[in-house]
């Protein structure tokens, strides 16, 4: 039930074009939802978070789609770039005590020119 | 750059050894979380202090511990390594709200 199922494990892209990534918990007490990048040999580092009382988040070309009642959520990256060609981890936590992330297994998306 | 600095950046040593990572994290942070990323296991969390106590542990391992210091840095200690050991060592740090913030790792090698 602490699990955090990602999909797809890798994902090719041509520039310009959307990248979609997806997650789905079970936990229904998760009660924040962020996403990491991660560049080869650097940490992850924060790329847009979302709570749930909220079912779209948008910060640039990075984009949260949340579906509550489906408990699944997305990112969206438009018009994809070369520089984007990192790993993507979605992650959940419960906000009251602990607050550890469980994260998903990853992302790996290559953005080809 | 996130402010939370991680050394060594790279170790290498044997199994049965002992190695201990440290952690400083961001000016002000009370937060500190160990996270272990290797390829079969993916990132998971290890173990989180609060200004100095223990605040939650995750799948931590009985011959790894940390602990938190006055000064809010953080160790890791791991003992009786195994060649499994091997892996990204990363430690975040947050100031209590939901954003944690990733150092750059260490990358732990036992040969």
């Known amino acids: 039930q602490q699990q955090v199922k990602q999909s797809p494990q890798s994902l090719i892209v041509q520039k310009g074009g959307i990248s979609i990534i997806n997650c789905a918990y079970e936990n229904t007490a998760f009660d924040y939802f962020p996403w990491y990048q991660q560049f080869p040999g650097k940490g992850p580092a924060l790329l847009i978070a979302?709570?749930?009382?909220?079912s779209e988040k948008k910060e640039g070309r990075f984009t949260i789609s949340f579906n509550k009642s489906a408990k699944q959520f997305s990112l969206h990256i438009m018009d994809s770039q070369p520089g984007d060609s990192a790993t993507y981890f979605c992650?959940?936590?419960?906000?009251?005590?602990?607050?550890?992330?469980?994260f998903g297994t990853g992302t790996r998306l290559q953005v080809f020119p | 750059d996130s402010g939370v600095t991680q050394t060594p950046k790279h170790l290498i040593t044997a199994t049965g050894q002992r190695v201990t990572l440290r952690c400083s994290p961001r000016?002000?942070?009370?937060?500190v979380y160990w996270y272990q990323q290797s390829l079969d296991q993916g990132l998971q969390f290890l173990i989180q202090?609060?200004?100095?106590?223990?605040?939650a542990k995750g799948n931590i391992l009985e011959r790894f511990s940390a602990q938190q210091f006055p000064d809010l840095h953080s160790e890791l200690n791991l003992s009786s390594l195994e060649l499994g050991d091997s892996a990204l060592y990363f430690c975040a740090s947050s100031a209590g709200g939901f954003t944690q913030y990733f150092g750059p790792g260490t990358r732990l090698t036992v040969l």
């Open positions: 202090y609060y200004n100095g106590e223990e605040r």
């Open positions: 000016s002000g942070d009370l937060s």
């Open positions: 979302i709570r749930p009382d909220v």
């Open positions: 992650a959940a936590s419960i906000q009251e005590g602990t607050d550890k992330l469980i």
